[in-house]
Nanobody
Framework: QVQLVESGGGLVQAGGSLRLSCAAS????????MGWFRQSPGKEREFVAD???????NYADSVKGRFTISRDHAKNMLYLQMNSLRPEDTAVYYC???????????????WGQGTQVTVSS
């Protein structure tokens, strides 16, 4: 049984920063890709960033240069450092894990409950 628990969301002014965390429990190891997605009201869930088993990283164009994804294998943690936040970054942010091992480009099977990020103008 895989569980993902996000934390670190909140209310921040435009230009500010937040750091999201995702605690993974169950059979999740460094060979599984992990990622962050977000969903705004009335919109579909969208990709934010992911990191594969080789620690290769991809970002959505909208967050490149502002967000940084990282993971701590020893602690089974995933992070998203968000800087220079904009009102359009307001969304529920979800952590996700690929159950397939050694995938160069992860697809995601397990999801957390999400954490709300609100950026005021």
């Amino acid at each position: 049984q895989v569980q993902l628990v996000e934390s670190g969301g909140g209310l921040v002014q435009a230009g500010g920063s937040l750091r999201l965390s995702c605690a993974a429990s169950g059979s999740i190891f460094s060979v599984h890709g992990m990622g962050w997605f977000r969903q705004s009201p009335g919109k579909e869930r969208e990709f934010v960033a992911d990191i594969n088993w080789k620690s290769q990283i991809n970002y959505a164009d909208s967050v490149k240069g502002r967000f940084t994804i990282s993971r701590d294998h020893a602690k089974n943690m995933l992070y998203l450092q968000m800087n220079s936040l904009r009102p359009e970054d307001t969304a529920v942010y979800y952590c996700a894990v690929d159950r397939t091992q050694y995938a160069d480009r992860p697809t995601f099977d397990y999801w957390g409950q999400g954490t709300q990020v609100t950026v005021s103008s």
